[in-house]
């Protein structure tokens, strides 16, 4: 339970994607590692830990090893979960209430966000007094806003079917008619500065609710944006056990997947290729050798995957259902929405095999799409052997999403093991783990 409950923290200081990195990047200083900067110069020593933030809301940390650097095994998340983008000048007067202007961010379950507390955080860029531009976070930390539903009475159709507008059904009530003009003034304050300081933000809502362990036998966890942190803290804390191992561990956490990955700190971004040449750059080798080790290296990209619904069971693919609390989930599709084949899958599951982590299998019912995630756009930009994986989990995308406990548990420590393993590619089609 020791990991549930760090996970469940976790999430709660993570009300957003910067948070997260905050987060991540607090936890790699505490146990050593050293922070670069993109726009200096790296000078790397063998053995050293460093890592590296990208718009504050994306993250890759490594291990330089003290022998060759031969390959590198990556681990790969994302930071962001569906909610809603606060707009430039929030303030709507509606029927003598202030509400705030929002739009989506990804697909999200729209019925979940209705009727619970939720608040406001993100980022300001601010004007200091000495005339620099900085990031401050911010996080109002109390309920601060509501979506309120229409009544049945005034819509009697609606648990027939109901198509929500973002703009008209989904806008966060934040006040009476004396709460106008004081969005702006709670958001310079929370970042310490006059409203007039605040030159330009990225605001969210988040859901309040904390996580919480619960059923029969305290088998499930529910908590907001499972989807994708949960793999982000038990990436993390896999990364973390263990130092001197074989080739280079990669962490990384990557920003926008929820909205395709398309941004500079996204997955189908420059950095991870960027960070993994200066690697081998700064390690003297010539540029052949990066071709080398990207040839001989392995990604898992960690994002989470459907359980079977009790109350839907014909939503799920009949021969792989999916079960809360049955292991890592490991996703194949045929159209490469997913980066597994029988490669990356094989040597995968001999890594489960090797850690005691029981090992799941996803696809999809051939008659409906799927989403997809981070591995293939990744492999877009820095392509190796990867293999798509999850934790099954109920309610995917809703504002309060439900996993198992014992799959924390299973994760950390296949990916442990992974971190933990040499993988050797002897030919095309030939691997040898040791």
Known sequence: MRLVQGLLEFIEKSPTSFHAVEQVRQELLEHGFQELREQEMWRLEQGGQYFVTRNQSSLIAFQVPRGEIGSFRIVASHSDSPTFKIKENPEKESSGYVQLNTERYGGMLCASWFDRPLSVAGRVMIRTDSGEIQSRLVCCGRDLVLIPNLAIHMNRTVNDGYAYNAQTDMLPLYGGPGAKGSFDREIASLAGVEPEQVLCSDLFLYNRMKGTVWGAQNEFISAPRLDDLECAYTSLQAFLDGNDRPGVPVYALFDNEEVGS?????????????????????????????????????????????????????????????????????????????????????????????????????????????????????????????????????????????????????????????????????????????
Do not use: W
């Not at 390690?283 to 990209?301: C, K």
């Not at 839907?312 to 997913?338: E, L």
């Open 262 to 434: 398309g941004t500079k700190q996204g997955a189908d971004s420059s950095f991870l290729e960027t960070v993994l040449r200066r690697i081998v750059s700064s390690a003297g080798l010539p540029e052949e050798q990066f071709y080398a080790a990207i040839a001989s290296s392995f990604m898992i990209s960690a994002d989470n995957a459907h359980a079977i619904h009790p109350n839907h069971p014909d939503k799920t693919d009949p021969t792989n259902p999916v079960r809360i609390n049955g292991g890592v989930v490991m996703k194949f599709n045929a159209n490469q929405k997913y980066t597994t084949d029988a490669v990356s899958g094989a040597v995968f599951r001999e890594i489960c095999r090797r850690a005691g982590a029981p090992l799941q299998t996803f696809v999809n019912r051939s008659d409906m799409l799927g989403g997809s995630t981070l591995g293939n756009i990744a492999n877009s930009h820095v392509s190796l052997n990867t293999v798509d994986i999850g934790l099954p989990q109920l309610a995917m995308h809703s504002c309060y999403e439900t996993a198992g406990v014992q799959d924390v548990e299973a994760m950390t420590r296949a990916l442990t093991t992974f971190y933990n393993t040499e993988i050797t590619t002897l030919a095309d089609g030939s691997y040898r783990l040791s």
